[in-house]
């Protein structure tokens, strides 16, 4: 399962593998973070194995000073065989199975070529199974598995929701901290592509949400394989109501537009939340009606102005269309 | 006051106790109106919202040039004028008697009381109000589908 990272996250990573024994408060310190921060986003990063924390050792320091790169043909009943028996050499750092013309590719160290060619000679030729191999001697490393670093796109979205971002949603605009720290805890974040569904028309409707970033267009079948678009929901907005509202199966698709940040709230947790605070029951549920309330004037005002061939004003907000990806054939 | 028969026809509160019906009771109302006259007119402040007891109610849209086009007509037991509960509490159409029309009229500020006080209640209310909405919605987009296929 891919866990996504941010760019606090990624920069937290850069620092330690330039050094993965600096003090968690050196890198609080360095990013501008509390350290409190620091150690529960390393925490969260090792315990779902995004990163481990290692000692490397440096072969030429303790008198390996020849490297190869040996590409094996093996018989490919024998494959794992093979790779596990040379996996199990001290000389070799790391063995990969492979497609092309190779089926095993690894990496060696040794003293000297003297003890590469008795390497190859005395252990890599008796293993039952191996065909050919290849020897590359390497000359000199430039970059090493060590100094990879994270690329900046794998890191753009945002994984923890803070309270400020709900605070700003329409949904939930004037709930107290604590309160918001509730839908918080069950709440998650998620990116999607442009052109990505969210959810499908006459899905089965069990989270309500609030787009973070990007923008939403939320369309309904309309036959023949033709979709209308009945409104975009961009930043703070939320859509998905029909989480909230019996027979709880959506009535729409939501499709991203561009790519699309979301906070995701189950609405079971919500109900919950609703029926022990009458406060924050009346927020949400008057949200949900007024944006249901709101969409049926815009329908309404659309099917008058269909019914008198023009003639009536439609609101700017029905008109405006988003360009959606080619992939979507859209009228209305 | 008004007796918890009346108020167990209507969807919008179905699922309350009769403890809860009896609160609602104490602050409804019975109003009876002629065919040909308005309930309310659009774009005047919501003050209450409207539950169809006999009769039927025709919802119309102001389409400008004094003219107006009916969106809708309701019947018995179902609610009407919403915008009571809904912000900004401005009536977005206006509701006019088909027929002699008997309606429950329940001041929308009381029921905000009553939903800030009984968790259950506001849930149930405002559940069913989003429900009578999103079928009205559903409705309208089906006839926009069937004109889109004309």
Redo the contacts between chains.
């Keep these: 399962m891919a866990h996504p990272v941010d760019e606090i996250d990624r920069r937290i990573i850069a620092l330690l593998q330039a050094d993965g024994r600096r003090p968690n408060v050196d890198i609080a310190a360095a990013l501008g973070l509390a350290e409190g921060a620091v150690r529960k986003r390393l925490g969260r990063l090792l315990s779902q194995g995004t990163i481990r924390i290692t000692a490397l050792v440096d072969p030429a320091q303790v008198g390996y000073r020849t490297e190869a790169v040996i590409m094996v043909q093996v018989d490919l009943s024998r494959l794992e065989e093979v790779a596990r028996r040379l996996a199990s050499l001290p000389e070799v750092q790391s063995v990969a199975i492979a497609t092309g013309n190779w089926d095993i590719i690894l990496n060696a160290v040794f003293p000297d070529d003297h003890s590469l060619l008795c390497f190859l000679q005395d252990k890599v030729a008796g293993i039952p199974g191996i065909r050919r191999t290849e020897t590359s001697h390497i000359l000199k490393r430039l970059k090493h598995i060590g100094d990879w670093e994270l690329p900046l796109q794998a890191a753009v979205a945002p994984t923890e929701i803070a309270p400020e971002m709900l605070r700003q949603a329409d949904l939930l605009s004037g709930l107290t901290d604590d309160e918001l720290a509730y839908i918080i805890h069950m709440a998650s974040m998620r990116t999607y592509e442009a052109g990505a569904r969210i959810f499908v028309e006459n899905e089965e409707a069990r989270e309500i949400y609030i787009v973070h970033q990007g923008r939403v267009a939320l369309l309904?079948d309309?036959?023949q394989g033709r979709q209308?678009v009945?409104g975009t929901v961009g930043r703070h907005e939320s859509f998905g109501?029909?989480a909230?509202?019996?027979p709880f199966i959506h009535?729409e698709t939501a499709r991203c537009v561009e790519r699309t940040t979301v906070i995701a709230i189950p609405t079971a947790g919500l109900?919950e939340l609703?029926?022990?605070?009458?406060?924050v029951?009346?927020t949400i549920?008057?949200k949900?009606?007024?944006v249901?309330?709101s969409?049926?004037?815009d329908?309404?005002?659309?099917?008058?102005h269909?019914?008198?061939g023009g003639?009536?004003?439609i609101p700017p907000a029905i008109m405006q269309i988003n360009p959606l990806p080619a992939a979507d054939k859209v009228?209305i | 006051m008004v007796s918890l028969d009346l108020l167990r026809q209507a969807s919008l509160f179905e699922g309350l106790s009769d403890d809860q019906l009896a609160h609602i009771a104490k602050v409804a109302r019975e109003e009876t109106f002629e065919p040909g006259t308005f309930v309310f007119k659009e774009n005047e402040e919501a003050k209450d919202l409207y539950v169809v007891l006999e009769g039927r109610v025709a919802i119309l849209i102001d389409i400008g040039g004094g003219r107006q086009t009916m969106v809708d007509t309701v019947a018995r037991g179902e609610t009407f004028g919403w915008s009571a509960m809904v912000p900004p509490h401005i009536l977005t159409a206006s509701a006019k008697a088909v027929e002699r029309t008997r309606v429950l009229s329940i001041a929308g500020k009381e029921l905000h009381n009553f939903c800030l006080e009984d968790c259950r209640m506001c849930y149930v209310i405002m559940e069913n109000l989003a429900k009578t909405i999103s079928i009205r919605l559903k409705d309208t987009r089906l006839q926009l589908i069937s004109l889109l296929h004309g």
């Design positions: 309904v309309i036959g209308a009945m109501w029909p909230l509202v019996p009535c109900r609703c029926l022990a605070n009458c406060t029951c009346y549920m008057e949900v009606t007024s249901i309330s969409r049926l004037k329908a309404r005002f659309q099917l008058i269909m019914l008198t003639e009536q004003r009228t």
